[in-house]
Each structure stands twice: as C-alpha cells, then as structure tokens.
C-alpha cells in the first residue's frame, strides 16, 4: 500500500497532466471524473491515473496509449489499461479490471504551445479478472462485450 501511494505522490514527475470528464477509456463508468499523470514514448504515451464517480466509485490504474497514426486534428489509438476499482454500494464490491480501447483523439482547441482540449470517442472492452465478470453494461440488441467511450480531456503538456 506504502508502495502505491509513493507512486501516485510522484507520479507528477513523469511529465504532463491530463484531466477528463465522461465515459474513460481506461476505467469508463467507474471513473466519469480522472486525472492522468502522462508520459511520451515513442510508441505513443505510458500512464497512471485516478478516477471517481461521485466518489461513489472509482479507482486507479496504469496504461499504454498506442497511436495508430498521428495528425494535427485527429489521432486514431489503441490503449490497454489495468486497474482497481471500487463500487460503494448497498453491495460494497471491489476488483481488479482490464480495459482496452479503439478510439479516436479529436483536437477542438490548442493554447499555449501544447495545451490542448480533446474530445474522445471509441469503444471500450472490460473485464474483472478478480471476480470473473464483464465490466460492461449491456445495451438492448447490440454485443454484451463492447461500450461506447466519450469524453472530454484537458492536456496541459
């Protein structure tokens, strides 16, 4: 526990800030409010991240962003994140989730250099490995595995 919490104290050291609000696409409903400490690599980005619904649930987490290609105004990726997670309900539950996502960064505005407001759209796949459940809600008529991600980001760089 002393482990993750020095972690997460200096996770401001690797490099940017991102802040997002809306369906994640590392932890999606379990976290509409994040914020993710960034780090650049060539292949795309590495991060560790906190999230929270209304404090009612949330979590934390580590991940890898894989840009297929990048634009000015758009930038197709590819994350895989892992997490736990907690849900404070009249059933207290908890987790270790996986998630990955097909998605779309969208360049709304630029100020200062690099300081961006981005709009995010994909689709997301979770799963619990703790508790051998899927981490999505399912929707009349389409697949049990696969939820729509939004959301808009804050990336002070």
């Not at 609000?21 to 590495?46: A, R």
């Not at 051998?132 to 008529?141: A, F, M, N, P």
């Amino acid at each position: 526990m002393k482990k993750i919490i020095f972690i997460l104290l200096t996770s401001h050291l690797l490099g940017s800030v991102d802040y997002s609000i809306g369906l994640s696409d590392k932890i999606n409903y379990v976290g509409v409010f994040e914020k993710t400490w960034v780090k650049e690599q060539d292949y795309g980005e590495s991060y560790r991240f906190m999230a929270s619904s209304f404090l009612v649930m949330g979590g934390l987490g580590y991940g890898r962003k894989y840009h297929l290609s990048k634009s000015e105004r758009f930038t197709p990726y590819l994350t895989l994140s892992g997490f736990g997670y907690y849900v404070l309900a009249i059933n207290g539950n908890g987790g270790l989730g996986v998630s990955s996502t097909l998605g779309v960064d969208v360049n709304i505005l630029r100020w200062k250099e690099n300081n961006k407001l981005i709009f995010q759209f994909g689709v997301l796949a979770a799963y619990d490995i703790l508790n051998g459940q899927s981490l999505i809600i399912e929707g009349d008529g389409g697949p049990s595995f696969l939820m729509p991600s939004f959301n808009l980001k804050l990336s002070f760089r």
